[in-house]
């Protein structure tokens, strides 16, 4: 990671279901020196800054973080539950910041899917195989493990995420589809931007 950029404030991005990831597993956008990492998940082991759910983030201020990032959390709450979860992510960014949020993409597994390959690997994570199946109801191997919390309970097309963004009052959204890496990214923001502005922040903060 590059070094702190001096005289220059410091940035906020509030990691949201962090686990054990940090700074360094996000996009190159939040690479440049210039972030300063707040960590929030559920279990206070993995050294955070707020413990609690998605669903209540109330230990964090509203209007308080330039961005708040999440990777692979949303499925893990109900369907009705996700409009309250992206206004929780909305509440807490401050007017002019924008939230990064990625997902699996369950169109792009589908056809793996429809191809009679449901339990077939697609490819190999650091906590092993990954399968269509896997994608859709969460890591099975974890889950037999014990971490029930790595079931998966709603998902999302490039189509239904937007939808559930804009039912969270984001203003302006971005979407990323990745088809080979069966992913997907959106960007939102609080205040209205630029088609320009959302490209660019697409091409720093979501991964191509």
């Known amino acids: 990671m590059a070094g702190r950029l001096i005289g220059v404030a410091m940035r906020t991005v509030l990691h949201v279901g962090c686990g054990s990831a940090t700074i360094a597993n996000m996009p190159q956008g939040f690479q440049d020196g210039g972030w300063r990492e707040l960590r929030f998940d559920i279990d206070p082991a993995y050294g955070v800054d707020f413990q609690g759910t998605m669903l209540d983030m109330s230990a964090v201020a509203s209007d308080s973080v330039d961005a708040l990032y999440s990777s692979h959390n949303i499925e893990h709450v109900f369907a009705h539950e996700v409009d309250v979860v992206l206004r929780e992510f909305r509440r807490v960014i401050k007017p002019d910041g924008f939230v990064v949020v990625t997902c699996p993409d369950l169109e792009s597994v589908a056809k793996h899917i429809a191809a009679g390959r449901l339990e077939d690997p697609l490819y190999v994570s650091p906590t092993g195989p990954i399968s269509p199946l896997d994608i859709f109801y969460g890591h099975g191997a974890a889950i037999a493990r014990g971490q029930v919390y790595m079931a ?44 320009a502005r959302i490209g660019e922040l697409l091409s720093l903060y979501a991964r191509a």
């Open 152 to 195: 998966h309970k709603t998902g999302f097309t490039a189509k239904t995420l937007a939808a559930h963004g804009q039912a969270a009052d984001f203003t302006t959204l971005g979407i990323r589809r990745r088809e080979k890496k069966f992913d997907l990214w959106m960007i939102g923001t609080k205040v209205a931007v630029s088609n």
